[in-house]
Each structure stands twice: as C-alpha cells, then as structure tokens.
C-alpha cells in the first residue's frame, strides 16, 4: 500500500526547480519594487527649482523636504522592519509602494512649505523606508548561497532605477509643469510598485531550512535584535558602515562645487561637458557596484571584499585629488570613486544576515541601515565645515581617505577574526 502511495510525492528535484525559478521571479518583483521609489530622492534636484518658484520659498528653506524624506527613510527603519516581520513583506511594501508614489500626488496639490514637508519628506520617506529595508531584507532570505549579489541587485534597482525616469521626468517638467509632473509619475509609480509588490512572499519550509545559513554554508543562530544589539560585532559594522557613508558622501555631495574650483566644470571630455558626463558615469557604476562586488562577496568573503572595494575608494580619492587638473581623470576617477562606495549596500546587509540569521533579518538590517542616515547627516556638513575652515579641499580629501583606509583595515583585521570568532561559538540555531 505504501508502495502505491509513493508516486504521488512530487520529486525533489521539481521542488528545487521551482524554487529556484520562484526565488529569481521575487528578485525580480523586489527589484521593480525598488526602482518604482527611487525617484523621490534621485530626481529632486529636477523638482527643486520649479518647487520653490511655485512656492515663492528659498532653496535652503526648501531642501528641508529633502532631508525629511532621507531622515524618516533611514532612522525610522528599525520600526518599519519589525513591522514587516510581524505582518510580512507583501502587506507592508504594499503599502509602502503606494505611500511613496502618493507622496508625490499630494505634493502636486500643496500651496505651502510645511504641506510639501509633510507629504513628499514624510510621507515620501515613510514609504520608500518600508520597501527599502523590506526588499533587501527578504532577498537576504531567499538567496542563502547569493546574498551579496541578491541585496547588491535589489540595492542597484534603487540606485539607477531612476535612470529610467530622468530624462521623462525633466521632458515632463518643461511640457507641463511640477503640479502636472508629481500627479502623473506619482499614480505611475504608485499602481506599477503596488502591483509588483502582490507578488512577494516569504520563503517557503523547504527554501527557509536552507536560507538559515552563513556564506560558507554553516547554521547560524536566529537572534532577535534586542540579542543583536548587544554584540560588539553589530556596533563594529555600524561604525564601519557610518564611516564608510560619510566618506562617500563627503565627497560626492560636495562634487559640483569643488570640480568648479579645479576648473574642470566647463572643460568638454569625449565632446561632453566634464561634470553632467561625470554623474551619468557615476550613477552607472554605483549601480553596477552593489550587485558585482555583492557577487564577489559570496565567492572569496565579505570582508575580503571590503578590504578590496573600501581601500579602492580610498586610493581613486587620492588619485582624484592628485589629478585634479585633468579633465579626463576626473571624470574617469569619479567613477571609480563611486564603484568603490555604492557597494556597501550589498556588503553589510549580506554580512549581517551571515552573522546574525534570516529569522530577524529585516528588523536587524532596520536598526544597521540608522548608519547610512548619520553618514547622510554629516558627511555634506562636514565636508563644508571642513573646507570653509580651511579654505581649501585637502582636508575634506585627507579625512574621506581616511575613513576608507580604516575601515578597509577593521575588515581585514578586527571583523573577519571576531566573526569567526562569534560563528564558532556555541548556541542554538
């Protein structure tokens, strides 16, 4: 009788196909998801000058809206993620796809700066928060043997998704106007997030019993984050991901003023202007670094790779800055400057999950991706307190290679012995 009943048990095999298929299908979905936010925070420069004629405001006062939507985007994302791991990823970046493209749709409609601060910072960045640490961390979880590819591709989505809406956006802009533009791209992006985002799921029995594993395929214990925050290793790659934030953006967000000052502004390369060819190079190759070095971190180690990638930054710098009379190598180096930052999006999500399980792992990253808010906070105000002080931009340099330096050398040295160390360890998984 039992013999009988035995055909009628799918094969292993299929199952593993279909999850493979499944797991390649969420990546997918989750990517969509990612790009339907990213032009909230890409494209604002676009929205800054037609907003403030609108508004009848000045530019600082209106660049609140800005660090709102990054401010709520980053350091409510402890809460966000734990309400994704208690009501599940699809219901929540549901809702999060959809805040985000409203935020725009109410902002087409406000009369008043505290009214464009409450719907496209706070809402804006209430939502793109949600889907954000939603997706990474559910890629995390459905690509145990991949996850610096998995969260390095999901991460590339929000980097260059609005590569896609840049140049619609700005036609859009100058045809009819910032009102009808926010309406119009804000229902786009909330109905195409929103419908990507009925797709996701959590992993299945049979994928989660795998996923529970380290890069080198070794169990590892499920910790909560209130067990998480109390290891050194946690607060060790928050400060090496706050370093590495904050160099970056010393730089980068400082670049147009001081590519003027090296006189490179209105030199033409390759029959471009230097700077705008600069930034498209640059947003192409901070895309493309989150999923490639991502996959190099699940073959030869995530702190190998950020050794490599971390020190890379830290010696385009000096080299950018060494150079800097040369048209050419600006905008070749400022794109080896970016590959050599963008990657920490794929690098530290993919190394937390490692070390600390995928039960918790979107809550975790929640409480780790704090990090990027602080770099986003002080690495412009730095990087102008600095050069106003100095009156030149060597010590923004020094202090930005610095950073990489040491934070390429607390991977090598310090996190790889104290993970190994924290791996071996005996608890429960």
């Not at 709102?68 to 980053?74: F, H």
């Not at 464009?116 to 995390?140: A, K, N, Q, R, W």
């Not at 998995?150 to 619609?168: N, Q, R």
């Not at 399980?357 to 809550?363: D, K, L, M, P, S």
Request: hydrophobic share 55%; glycine share 10%.
């Amino acid at each position: 009788m039992s013999t009988r009943l035995q055909p009628m048990s799918p094969p292993i095999e299929n199952v593993s196909t279909l999850s493979t298929h499944t797991r390649w299908i969420q990546l997918g979905l989750g990517l969509v998801c990612m790009m339907a936010i990213s032009s909230p925070q890409y494209v604002w420069t676009l929205m800054t000058k037609p907003l403030a004629a609108k508004l009848g405001i000045a530019l600082p006062e209106l660049q609140v809206t800005f660090s709102l939507l990054i401010i709520l985007q980053t350091f409510f994302s402890p809460f966000q993620g734990k309400l994704i791991d208690r009501f599940g990823p699809r219901a929540l970046i549901s809702v999060g796809t959809a805040m985000s493209g409203l935020s725009w749709v109410f902002a087409s409609q406000v009369q008043s700066a505290p009214m464009l601060y409450l719907t496209y910072g706070v809402i804006g960045g209430l939502g793109t928060g949600i889907v954000y640490v939603g997706v990474v961390g559910l890629m995390v979880r459905w690509f145990p043997a991949k996850r610096g590819f998995a969260a390095g591709a999901v991460a590339a989505g929000y980097g260059m998704g609005a590569i896609v809406t840049t140049f619609p956006i700005a036609a859009s802009l100058q045809a009819r106007g910032v009102d009808a533009t926010l309406w119009m791209f804000g229902i786009a992006f909330a109905v195409v997030g929103l419908l990507a985002s009925q797709g996701l799921r959590v992993p299945p029995a049979h994928d989660a019993a795998g996923a529970n594993v380290n890069e080198a395929g070794s169990p590892v214990a499920n910790l909560r984050p209130s067990q998480t925050l109390r290891t050194p290793i946690f607060w060790l790659m928050f400060a090496m991901m706050t370093m590495m934030s904050t160099s970056g953006l010393m730089v980068t967000s400082q670049m147009a003023t001081f590519a003027a000052d090296f006189g490179v502004t209105k030199v033409l390369v390759f029959g471009m202007a230097a700077l705008p060819l600069a930034l498209t190079i640059d947003r192409f190759t901070n895309g493309l670094t989150r999923p490639l070095f991502g996959w190099v971190s699940d073959k030869v180690g995530r702190e190998n790779t950020m050794f490599f990638a971390f020190a890379l930054e830290g010696v385009a710098m000096a080299l950018w800055l060494f150079t800097r009379d040369n048209a050419v190598l600006f905008v070749l180096l400022s794109g080896v400057v970016f590959f050599g930052w963008g990657e920490i999006f794929s690098l530290f999500p993919a190394t937390l999950t490692d070390t600390f399980g995928t039960r918790h792992a979107t809550e975790n990253y929640g409480w780790l991706y704090i990090s990027q808010g602080i770099g986003s906070i002080l690495g412009g105000p730095l990087a102008a307190l600095l050069h106003q002080h100095a009156g030149s931009w060597l010590p923004v340099f020094g202090a930005a290679i610095t950073l990489d330096i040491v934070t390429a050398l607390l991977a090598i040295a310090v996190l790889k012995p104290m993970r190994r160390r924290f791996l071996a360890a005996p608890r429960g998984v």
